[in-house]
């Protein structure tokens, strides 16, 4: 059974920063790309950052553009989101998902598979 898995989230001051772990399972993470979406109260879910499968590459919404990284270990099945520089409006329950192909779109559209969120709560 396909499983995402997300990890990591949690109260952070801001400025401070986190990391997340979205651990995959029953499928080859290389063949997929995975994005990491969130979603705050009140708001629509918003495309945060996705990895191309094959090293297609990377894409960031320009509201966390050099403050997060995503990243990928094949060996240990996870991808992740590297968090720095926080900020109040950081905060939401963060997903990830897969979707086939190479598309670096950070729509939501074809992703078919979604772990259950991990709260990142960014106050001081």
């Known amino acids: 059974q396909v499983q995402l898995v997300e990890s990591g989230g949690g109260l952070v001051q801001p400025g401070g920063s986190l990391r997340l772990s979205c651990t995959t399972s029953?499928?080859?993470?290389?063949?997929?790309?995975i994005g990491w979406f969130r979603q705050a109260p009140g708001k629509e879910r918003e495309g945060v950052s996705v990895?191309?499968?094959?090293?297609?590459?990377?894409n960031y919404a320009d509201s966390v553009k050099g403050r997060f990284t995503i990243s990928v270990d094949n060996a240990k099945n996870t991808v992740y989101l590297q968090m720095n520089g926080l900020k109040p409006e950081d905060t939401a329950l963060y997903y990830c998902?897969?979707?086939?192909?190479?598309?670096?779109?950070?729509?939501?559209?074809?992703?078919?598979?979604w772990g259950q969120g991990t709260q990142v709560t960014v106050s001081s």
């Open positions: 998902a897969r979707r086939s192909g190479w598309s670096l779109s950070l729509t939501a559209t074809g992703f078919d598979s």
């Open positions: 990895i191309g499968s094959r090293d297609a590459g990377t």
């Open positions: 029953a499928f080859t993470l290389g063949y997929y790309t």
